[in-house]
T-cell receptor, first 114, second 114 residues
Framework: DQQVKQNSPSLSVQEGRISILNCDYT??????FLWYKKYPAEGPTFLIS?????DKNEDGRFTVFLNKSAKHLSLHIVPSQPGDSAVYFC?????????????FGAGTRLFVKA | EAEVAQSPRYKITEKSQAVAFWCDPI?????LYWYRQILGQGPELLVQ????????DSQLPKDRFSAERLKGVDSTLKIQPAELGDSAMYLC????????????FGPGTRLLVL
């Protein structure tokens, strides 16, 4: 039972254009949604998050949009740069007894072509 | 910048052998997580600690896996005996008590069971 789904295994974008990565979830009880970026041979690094009570959060070139009615979120990267080429994981976090339990999607590999 | 440390980075073992992984979280981070990431999938939580206490080990195969964080700082994950299906990346992450939705990952230990 995949609670967090990233249906596109890969995405290719030209440098300078917008990259849009999508994510769907099934559990309406999640409190936070996050995006992590992962380069080869490294662990995932936190990129941006959004609380379930908001619909948009922006940080520089990165914006996350949340559509609760559709149980869908997206990450926009504008403008895309070659250094953005990585695997992007969507994640959803819900409160548990020890803090938060986080569920990750399978990831989308982004290729930004120069 | 403080980082999560993990060792070893790579481990090759034969099935039925015992293996152990070590993690040192960022200083001051009370919550520690062990994840398993199979190729092509997102990280899956194995066990979550709050200080020295286990708060979630529902996905830990307890017949062969064990984890401890005796002094509430560094942690060890053990597999005994290892099976072929255990080949994966084992990631450790930690989070600050006031921002538990955001996790900081180590570089991981890549395990290959032959």
């Amino acid at each position: 039972d995949q609670q967090v789904k990233q249906n596109s295994p890969s995405l290719s974008v030209q440098e300078g254009r917008i990259s849009i990565l999508n994510c769907d979830y099934t559990n309406s009880m999640f409190d936070y949604f996050l995006w992590y970026k992962k380069y080869p041979a490294e662990g995932p690094t936190f990129l941006i998050s959004i609380s379930s009570i908001k619909d948009k959060n922006e940080d520089g070139r990165f914006t996350v949009f949340l559509n609760k009615s559709a149980k869908h979120l997206s990450l926009h990267i504008v403008p895309s740069q070659p250094g953005d080429s990585a695997v992007y994981f969507c994640a959803a976090a819900a409160v548990n007894t020890g803090g938060f339990k986080t569920i990750f999607g399978a990831g989308t590999r982004l290729f930004v072509k120069a | 910048e403080a980082e999560v440390a993990q060792s070893p980075r790579y481990k090759i073992t034969e099935k039925s052998q015992a293996v152990a992984f070590w993690c040192d979280p960022i200083s001051g981070h009370a919550t520690l997580y062990w994840y398993r990431q199979i190729l092509g999938q997102g990280p899956e939580l194995l066990v979550q600690f709050q200080d020295e206490s286990v708060v979630d080990d529902s996905q830990l195969p307890k017949d062969r896996f064990s984890a401890e964080r005796l002094k509430g700082v560094d942690s060890t994950l053990k597999i005994q005996p290892a099976e072929l299906g255990d080949s994966a990346m084992y990631l450790c992450a930690s989070s600050f008590l006031g921002r538990q939705e955001t996790q900081y990952f180590g570089p991981g230990t890549r395990l290959l069971v032959l």
